[in-house]
């Protein structure tokens, strides 16, 4: 009896390990779509920024929400609707920023630890 026990309770803590990996992979695979996601808006304004385009169409601004739906709240917060290209460049980097804080909150600076750093 003692010895059933111990089984239940072993494949119990197996099943919660189990959930627990599935849980951590969901989360990193979401994190790639997502990283991939901002790479290329930041890739097309970049590009756009290049060629001289100094204002972004409101179909362009239309693809670049619709492209971050998938973004954690706190980091689509970030994103500014504006059509000037420099300010689109400025916010995906602010963006992006919050999503690797999102995804590694255990390396995430203070502004105060950046200015001491530079």
Request: a negative charge; proline letters at 3%; one cysteine or more.
């Amino acid at each position: 009896m003692v010895g059933l026990r111990m089984i239940d309770r072993t494949n119990e803590k197996i099943g919660e390990l189990q959930q627990e990996i599935e849980r951590e992979n969901s989360r990193r695979y979401a994190f790639q779509r997502m990283l991939r996601s901002t790479d290329r808006v930041l890739w097309k304004l970049e590009e756009m920024n290049r060629d001289g385009v100094r204002e972004a169409a409101a179909e362009v601004r239309g693809e670049i929400r619709e492209a971050m739906d998938e973004l954690p709240g706190d980091c689509k917060e970030a994103l500014r609707d504006s059509p000037s290209v420099q300010e689109l460049l400025d916010s995906m980097f602010e963006v992006q920023e919050r999503l690797f804080r999102w995804r590694h909150p255990e390396f995430a600076f203070e502004e105060d630890d950046v200015e001491r750093a530079s």
